[in-house]
């Protein structure tokens, strides 16, 4: 059973940072290509970006020069470092493979940014 677990999220003041850590078991991240995703209250859940399996990265627009994905094969683990954070980045962050799988969907892990 897959199980991928989101964490590293809190609530932080405009211009910190946070970086967030996605654990997996039941998979090896290193054969996926990954993603974050967010989804704020009452829209879409947007993905904010993706590292393939030979390590290349992209990002939306929003977060370009912000925010910075990462993988450690060793520990089965992505990360997403946060600086910069802004009010508008609130959301609650999910990690899953791409394309993504509706069964993998964690609970995802809430990053509050306050003005």
């Known amino acids: 059973q897959v199980q991928l677990v989101e964490s590293g999220g809190g609530l932080v003041q405009a211009g910190g940072s946070l970086r967030l850590s996605c654990a997996a078991s039941?998979?090896?991240?290193?054969?996926?290509?990954m993603g974050w995703y967010r989804q704020a209250p009452g829209k879409q859940r947007e993905l904010v970006a993706t590292?393939?399996?030979?390590?290349?990265?992209n990002y939306t627009d929003s977060v370009k020069g912000r925010f910075t994905i990462s993988r450690d094969n060793a520990k089965n683990t992505v990360y997403l470092q946060m600086n910069s954070l802004k009010p508008e980045d609130t959301a609650v962050y999910y990690c899953?493979?791409?394309?993504?799988?509706?069964?993998?969907w964690g609970q995802g892990t809430q990053v509050t940014v306050s003005s």
């Open positions: 899953n493979v791409l394309p993504t799988v509706n069964e993998y």
């Open positions: 590292v393939t399996s030979g390590g290349r990265v």
């Open positions: 039941g998979i090896f991240l290193r054969f996926n290509a």
